[in-house]
């Protein structure tokens, strides 16, 4: 029997996974691929750390060079995270001729096409499954089952950290800062956890499935991307008592000519699916013109879930090897895409207004709403002290544009402010 050995760059929680999954199920893997996988060296910054870590037979090193010089070792796993030295690290493995499987979205968001211009170069198969979604194979999906497809719509929750504590908020209570340090002990969150409060996270995921799903690649800076980090633990059990779930979600959209994605809180009714996806998992709606609408379900964070993915990734190079196919893009989709015009990017609105309590004030604001093109579905009085009230509105949909005219012609009257402004799905 063939034996192919691996080297790891990255002993955390998904490496660490990742080795017990290698080790653990290498009978099945041996059985599909005919190949013998085994991890013959780990990469990590600090060996005493690590050394009681690993099977006997296990180097455990801070020399990538352990790696890189190995003619045995043909696949390496980068689960150290970040973008630099991560980057370096990958690009040495592949003019090595290393194959290799990241779960690295920060890096594959940010250089992915130039690290798979290396690839391909080097004749080396470059995946990274685990990327987005963690255990979810969303991104072999999109590549295989949806190849003949037009991608209208990805939508869907996408961080499993961020899940995880706005669903502890809602369900036990918790503080904000609580569920956030709850999730690190668990090991959902990145080791600083800003990118996944602060839906960068989510934005690079959805970065990535954009390139999957419409062959486009989208920029960071261009994106409108906010986090939960704002959201007090009265936002959401107001939007529960309204029969709504706050929910961070990721959309994109085909628009016209354009691709527009977008990361934000979003008010989910609480008979949609999304509502419904609690804690660490995610899930991905992907919208084709010929299939329709269809979900992916699953954990989104986490070891095992995510080494899952990486371990699909090592068992798709191993085949590339045995039948000689490597060095091909996990993704081959490019589509030339133009501008979104932001009138056409439309949702409802959840809008929670103060406003004196005093006669004509509602009249002022459907005013205001009819002067912007917009109206609204649903308004509700939701407390007053006899002077303020607390008034919410549900809109029907309107474009970013009226939103931002609304929010400047709000700012001129001083009996009335908006407090908050959240897309309704
Ligand atoms: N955790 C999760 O649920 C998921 C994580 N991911 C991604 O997987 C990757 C790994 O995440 P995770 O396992 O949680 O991270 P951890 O922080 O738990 O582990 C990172 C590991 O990388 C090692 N490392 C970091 N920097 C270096 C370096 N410069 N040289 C050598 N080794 C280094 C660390 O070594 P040492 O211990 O010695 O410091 C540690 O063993 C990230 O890209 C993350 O975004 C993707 C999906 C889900
Ligand atoms: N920090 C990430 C880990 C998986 O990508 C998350 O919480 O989703």
């Known amino acids: 029997m063939d034996k192919i050995k691996i080297g790891l760059v990255g002993l955390g929680t998904v490496g660490s996974s990742v080795l017990k999954m290698i080790t653990e199920n290498s009978d099945k893997v041996q059985n599909?691929?005919?190949?013998?996988?085994?991890?013959?060296?780990?990469?990590?910054?600090?060996?005493?750390?690590?050394q009681n870590q690993v099977p006997a037979g296990v180097t455990v090193t801070t020399d990538l060079n352990a790696i890189i010089n190995?003619?045995?070792?043909?696949?390496?796993?980068?689960?150290?995270?970040?973008?630099?030295?991560?980057?370096?690290?990958?690009?040495?493995?592949?003019?090595?001729?290393?194959h290799v499987v990241t779960a690295n979205k920060d890096l594959i968001a940010s250089a992915g096409e130039e690290l798979a211009a290396i690839a391909k170069h080097n004749h080396c198969d470059l995946m990274y499954e685990a990327s987005v979604a963690g255990g979810?194979?969303?991104?072999?999906?999109?590549?295989?089952?949806?190849?003949?497809?037009?991608?209208?719509?990805?939508?869907?929750?996408?961080?499993?950290?961020?899940?995880?504590?706005?669903?502890?908020?809602?369900?036990k209570n918790w503080s904000y800062d609580l569920a956030l340090a709850k999730a690190?002990?668990?090991?959902?969150?990145?080791?600083?956890?800003?990118?996944?409060?602060?839906?960068?996270?989510?934005?690079?995921?959805?970065?990535?499935?954009?390139?999957?799903?419409?062959?486009?690649?989208?920029?960071?800076?261009?994106?409108?991307?906010?986090?939960?980090?704002?959201?007090?633990?009265?936002?959401?059990?107001?939007?529960?008592?309204?029969?709504?779930?706050?929910?961070?979600?990721?959309?994109?959209?085909?628009?016209?000519?354009?691709?527009?994605?977008?990361?934000?809180p979003v008010l989910v009714p609480k008979d949609h699916p999304l509502a419904t996806?609690?804690?660490?998992?995610?899930?991905?709606?992907?919208?084709?013109?010929a299939v329709g609408e269809t979900l992916f379900y699953g954990r989104g964070a986490g070891g095992l879930p995510t080494a899952n993915s990486v371990l699909s990734d090592i068992v798709s190079v191993t085949k590339n090897i045995v039948l000689g196919t490597?060095?091909?893009?996990?993704?081959?989709?490019?589509?030339?895409?133009?501008?979104?015009?932001?009138n056409n990017v439309i949702y409802p609105y959840y809008l929670s207004l103060n406003m004196l309590d005093v006669p004509g004030q509602m009249l002022k604001f459907t005013q205001i709403m009819t002067q912007?093109?917009?109206?609204?579905?649903?308004?509700?009085?939701?407390?007053?002290?006899?002077?303020?009230?607390?008034?919410?509105?549900?809109?029907?949909?309107?474009?970013?544009?009226?939103?931002?005219?609304?929010?400047?012609?709000?700012?001129?009257?001083?009996t009335m402010s908006l407090l908050a402004a959240y897309k309704v799905l």
């Open 326 to 342: 490597t060095g091909n893009s996990f993704n081959n989709y490019q589509s030339k895409v133009g501008k979104v015009d932001l």
């Open 70 to 98: 190995d003619p045995e070792i043909k696949i390496a796993v980068e689960v150290m995270g970040g973008v630099h030295p991560a980057k370096e690290v990958i690009t040495k493995l592949l003019n090595a001729k290393k």
């Open 32 to 50: 599909i691929t005919g190949r013998s996988l085994s991890v013959k060296t780990v990469v990590i910054r600090d060996v005493a750390k690590h």
């Open 277 to 289: 996806i609690n804690n660490e998992n995610n899930a991905v709606m992907v919208t084709g013109q």
């Open 184 to 264: 690190q002990e668990l090991g959902f969150a990145e080791s600083d956890p800003t990118n996944d409060v602060e839906g960068i996270d989510a934005a690079y995921k959805m970065i990535i499935l954009s390139q999957f799903s419409y062959g486009t690649h989208l920029k960071l800076a261009n994106m409108s991307v906010e986090g939960i980090s704002t959201i007090q633990q009265s936002d959401v059990q107001q939007a529960d008592a309204f029969g709504y779930t706050i929910k961070l979600l990721g959309i994109s959209r085909r628009i016209d000519d354009g691709v527009f994605a977008e990361v934000g």
């Open 372 to 414: 912007i093109g917009a109206s609204f579905s649903r308004i509700v009085q939701t407390s007053t002290d006899g002077q303020t009230a607390r008034v919410v509105i549900i809109t029907h949909e309107m474009s970013k544009v009226q939103l931002h005219d609304l929010k400047q012609q709000l700012l001129a009257v001083d």
């Open 136 to 171: 979810i194979p969303i991104l072999r999906t999109i590549v295989t089952s949806f190849a003949a497809d037009y991608i209208t719509e990805v939508k869907g929750i996408v961080n499993g950290t961020t899940n995880y504590i706005l669903t502890q908020m809602q369900r």
